[in-house]
Nanobody, 126 residues
Framework: QVRLVESGGALVQPGGSLRLSCAAS????????IGWFRQAPGQERKGVAC????????YYADSVEDRFTISRDIAKNTVYLQMNNLKPEDAAVYYC???????????????????WGQGTQVTVSS
């Protein structure tokens, strides 16, 4: 059974940093690509980063390029999202997702993703 558990969400000041974790079970990270999505109140869920299952290639939405870094620890079966220089517009519930095609992470519809975690809240405010 596929399971994704996010953690690490918190309240952070603008300009601050945060690292989210996504612990996967029921499969290994060389089987499914893993993506991070976010959804702010009243907005659509959008992909921000993805790491491929095959060679660990990474993909980012333009809005987070150069500020966010997605990585994985194969031994821990965990994917991370390091978020630096956070802005108020980054505030959202962040979701971990599995089974997607990374090159389309910024545009894929939620229905095009296989599995979801429960989400973790990120608040950016002074």
């Amino acid at each position: 059974q596929v399971r994704l558990v996010e953690s690490g969400g918190a309240l952070v000041q603008p300009g601050g940093s945060l690292r989210l974790s996504c612990a996967a079970s029921g499969f290994t990270l060389d089987y499914y690509a893993i993506g991070w999505f976010r959804q702010a109140p009243g907005q659509e869920r959008k992909g921000v980063a993805c790491i491929s299952s095959t060679d660990g290639s990474t993909y980012y939405a333009d809005s987070v390029e150069d500020r966010f870094t997605i990585s994985r620890d194969i031994a821990k079966n965990t994917v991370y999202l390091q978020m630096n220089n956070l802005k108020p517009e980054d505030a959202a519930v962040y979701y971990c997702a599995a089974d997607l095609w990374c090159p389309t992470v910024a545009t894929v519809k939620p229905s095009g993703v296989g599995f979801w975690g429960q989400g973790t809240q990120v608040t950016v405010s002074s």
